[in-house]
């Protein structure tokens, strides 16, 4: 099998440059290690930044996002049992996001692509990438029971964090930096109306928690639980009166209980592979670099690469020119290194430290009095969550 760029991942990241590189009439091949049920039916992210909404719009993958997307004005900070609310088109001049599950999105992109190509091989796992240096890498993958190889002019490692697409580095070409947190996340999807009009983000002793949500009559919620947590350890009950408890507040609010129909258990993470193109082989989205969830980065990061992927293939493409794609790598990461430092901030002010002393907690709750008392420190944290500018 022959094509231009051999994409690895049919996660978000490959199957947006699939379809951005195909309205660009560049040939492209998608190889996903997984079933089409299972790639649809990951539940991840939901807060997409306008950017990412423009993106899917230039790739015509938004009908649905456009009738199904909930628009979001703002958040809600809760600590101390007090509500305050961050107005994002008044702190950013009119900025901003948008609710839309990651699940929806990636089964937008592949009913796209499976009606008018490329190609997307599902239950297809790349094995290795070989001689990214030359002109002509090759990917070999497992497929049908057979060993294939994809011959390619450029590969793309769309292959998210646990991918092979990084392994082909040299380990002398590059660093990884990494930092991990002492907690992890327990997400829960339950069928009941959100008990909010906008996400809420709670400091509380006990732990940090989210409500975010998925439609109209589904919400979705996380709590920090210790690293290393079983989910045999967290009753359905015991999940509700936990969520009760970090959102309380002594205004009259009160949180909606239902059935709970998914969960899962997330560590969190940093982690940024530099840099992210070794010869003709160039990263995107998780399989270069990972955030904690806290923010919501990691797919509206995996998106701008892809923009930026998308838009260096077309200018070598249409023009002949690598300009943009010898950029590239520079390029992201200084954006990559923002998001990065946003998402430890604010994991870092809200979530309880579990060596944490009193001092901590004071400068936890510092950080969080001067974003709600300042509008200058509000406008900060607004223009990094509604997202910065693609390129600085
Ligand atoms: P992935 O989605 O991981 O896709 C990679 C794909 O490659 C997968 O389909 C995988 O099966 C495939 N693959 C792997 N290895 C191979 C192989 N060898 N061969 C072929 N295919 C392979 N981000 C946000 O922006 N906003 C949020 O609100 C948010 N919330 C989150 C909440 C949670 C609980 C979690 C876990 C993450 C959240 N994220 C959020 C992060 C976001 O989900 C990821 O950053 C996003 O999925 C990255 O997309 P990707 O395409 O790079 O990688
Ligand atoms: C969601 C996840 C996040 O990490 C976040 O900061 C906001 C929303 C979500 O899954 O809806």
Not at 55 to 74: F, S, T
Not at 197 to 208: C, M, V
């Amino acid at each position: 099998m022959r094509t231009t760029v051999g994409i690895i991942g049919g996660g978000p990241a490959g199957l947006l440059l699939a379809r951005l590189l195909h309205r660009a009439g560049i040939a492209c091949v998608v190889l996903e290690s997984r079933t089409r049920a299972y790639a649809e039916g990951r539940q991840r992210a939901g807060m997409l930044e306008q950017g990412t909404v423009d993106a899917l719009r230039a790739a015509g993958a938004a009908d649905r996002l456009d009738v199904e997307g909930m628009v979001h004005h703002g958040i809600e900070l809760r600590f101390d049992r007090e509500r305050h609310h961050l107005d994002f088109p008044a702190l950013t001049g009119g900025r901003t996001v948008t609710i839309y599950a990651q699940t929806e999105i990636v089964k937008d992109l592949i009913a796209l692509q499976l009606a008018d190509g490329p190609p997307l091989l599902f239950e297809a796992e790349a094995l290795a990438v070989e001689q990214p240096q030359s002109e002509a890498p090759v990917v070999r993958f497992r497929h049908e029971g057979r060993q294939r190889t994809l011959r390619c002019v450029w590969v793309a490692g769309c292959d998210g964090s646990h991918g092979v697409a990084r392994n082909a580095f040299p380990a002398a070409s590059g660093r990884t930096y990494a930092h991990d947190y002492p907690y992890s996340w327990l997400g829960v999807t339950a069928e009941v109306p959100p008990s909010c009009d906008e996400l809420i983000y709670a400091r509380h002793a006990r732990g940090f928690a989210l409500h975010s949500m998925r439609s109209p009559q589904v919400s979705r919620f996380y709590l920090q639980v210790p690293r290393g947590t079983s989910l045999r350890d967290w009753s359905d009950e015991r999940i509700w009166d936990e969520l009760a408890a970090r959102f309380a507040v002594d205004a009259d609010w009160t949180l909606r209980r239902g059935p709970i129909t998914a969960r899962s258990v997330t560590e969190m993470r940093s982690l940024v592979h530099e840099p992210m193109r070794h010869g003709r082989l160039v990263l995107a989205g998780d399989a270069a670099h990972i955030v904690p969830p806290t923010g919501a980065k990691g797919l509206n990061l995996a998106v701008s690469d892809v923009r930026l992927l998308a838009r260096a293939f077309t200018e070598l493409h249409a023009h002949g020119s690598a300009r943009l794609l010898d950029g590239y790598s520079d390029l992201c990461l200084r954006r990559v290194w923002q998001a990065t430092r946003f998402s430890y901030d604010m994991t870092r002010m809200l979530h309880a430290q579990p060596d944490g002393d009193a001092f901590d907690y004071r400068m936890q709750l510092a950080r969080l009095r001067r974003i709600t008392a300042s509008r200058h420190a509000a406008a900060e944290l607004a223009a990094n969550y509604t997202g910065l500018p693609l390129s600085p």
